[in-house]
């Protein structure tokens, strides 16, 4: 007969359910009866059909474009092409998994009526739930042992992990980490065997066997999946431990590289202060290549979590990079550029002191009074740099101090004073000679420069220094009874401000012989 079928809404569909087991879903009108309809009739006919306890074989009739299904002698349902989903699936192959369905269906309902069959059942349950109990309670007692011996574990090998010569993890909280893990694994042990305890228990009776069938096609769907992301994953991650392989032993070569041509003698701007630096430049660029490059083959990089991860990035870095970035490249300039080297001593703006350290952020000195200044690499790079120890012979720094005197005092005397002042100054070396200049001739008085060289040894030696010097210059100068004053006039003196020949080589200097000019 001819079968007339419209397929209806896809909340209007209706499934049909025997003995707690799926058999098929209607989504069609058929002759006027709405899917509700149909599964209706077809569960009252099939119970209909098992209660008269006939053996009943199921069977397939075709009808035009659609299958009846057949139980015993009785029409159960039809299957038409509008039932099948998605629609232009196989209309024979949806009939034939209904029928398949029902013939279980059928077959539980036999077994549901046989008193051996459900004490078999109850028997197997009930060895299947000691085995569960005896399970349950070997894990915990392995569990109990493992915790037991664990402090005496960790007190012997927590020492192990270590970076440099400290312990990475205390034996105390590796005891409390590792304890986590065993907690962890112990109650995913008990989840999986209270799991398929649960399925097999299910899967023995007939009512409740679809439920423990469901079960263990969603356990085995699971791990399918792991199982599938995990191969799916494996040729990506081959190639990107590839590319971080490459790019390690690219980096160790260039770092190879890069010593020997920081040698003397083959590149001027790659020394002894640069080498780190541009070691750590290049293993950047070389690594941050490389991390590009392996993004795409890594699990999960074409996902949602993965974009959404790398526009949180891209804001924070737009945000904070300005700051960052212009301190790294004020960091490089002062490096590669040399200004300033660690030990020389420095005044950068009106802070002065030695140089403990140039990084890649900051610089960091340690003033004359014991502090330690961290100064901004960006505001060295915008300011004055004064440094001491630069123009120095060997290690060491200049000390300078300026006296202004009449010009009624002997410049050679003056001289040989401050010369004095500074051979008396422990800390000053005498070779080289400090030296005295005359760096100018006011309207009133010359301006006498000491300039002499000194090598650290304490936190404070400069400030320290310039102390015993200044006292010195003082006693020299109280010893030949000439006062340290800048003089002033509101008027001429009555006698001019000059000096007499025979007076030039006033004590301490000494007349100059032919040799000195």
Known sequence: MPATAVRA????????????????????????????????????????????????????????????????????????????????????????????????????????????????????????????????????????????????VMSRHSGRLK????????????????????????????????????????????????????????????????????????????????????????????????????????????????????????????????????????????????KGLSVLVGLMISLGASSVIGQAASGLILTYSRTLRVGEFVRIGDNEGTVTEVGVFNTTIRTGLGEVLTLPNSMITGSVTRNYSRIVQGQGYVVDTVVTIGYDTPWRQVEAMLIEAARRTDGILQTPAPQVFQTALSDFYPEYRLVAQAIPSEPRPRALLLSVLHANIQDVFNEYGVQIMSPHYLGDPQEAKWVPREQWHAAPAKPETPSDR
């Not at 409740?208 to 990506?236: C, F, K, Q």
């Not at 081959?238 to 590289?257: K, P, Q, T």
């Not at 041509?261 to 790659?270: D, T, Y």
């Open 9 to 152: 809404a896809d909340d209007a569909a209706a499934e049909l359910k025997v003995e707690n087991r799926n058999i098929l879903v209607f989504r069609a009108t058929l002759l006027g009866e709405s899917p509700q309809v149909r599964a209706h009739r077809a569960k009252a006919t099939i119970e209909e059909a098992l209660q008269g306890g006939d053996e009943l074989k199921v069977n397939l009739d075709p009808i035009q474009d659609s299958y009846m299904v057949l139980l015993g002698y009785s029409r159960a349902f039809i299957i038409s092409p509008e039932d099948v989903d998605p629609p232009g699936s196989s209309v024979r192959g949806a009939a034939e998994a209904a029928a398949a369905n029902l013939r279980l269906a059928v077959a539980e309902n036999r077994e549901a009526g046989s008193v051996r069959y459900l004490l078999s059942a109850l028997g197997l349950a009930a060895v299947a739930t000691l085995a569960y109990l005896l399970l349950l309670r070997g894990v915990g007692y392995v569990r109990g042992k493992l915790l037991n011996r664990l402090p005496d």
């Open 163 to 306: 970076v440099g010569q400290t312990p990475l993890l205390g034996s105390r909280y590796l005891y409390y980490l590792v304890g986590r893990l065993i907690w962890l694994v112990y109650w995913l042990l008990v989840f999986l065997f209270s799991y398929q305890w649960l399925s097999f228990v299910l899967s023995r009776f007939p009512y409740t066997r679809p439920w423990g069938e469901s079960l263990n096609v969603h356990l085995i769907n699971l791990a399918r999946y792991l199982i599938n992301g995990m191969l799916d994953a494996l040729p990506g991650l081959a190639v990107a431990l590839c590319i971080l392989i490459i790019a390690r032993a690219i980096s160790g070569f260039s770092r190879h590289v890069l010593q020997r041509m920081a040698r003397p003698g083959n590149l001027r701007w790659l020394t002894e202060e640069t080498l780190q630096p541009t070691t750590r430049l290049t293993s950047l660029a070389i690594w941050l290549f490389a991390i590009v490059m392996a993004y795409p083959y890594l699990p999960g990089s074409g996902t949602e979590a993965f």
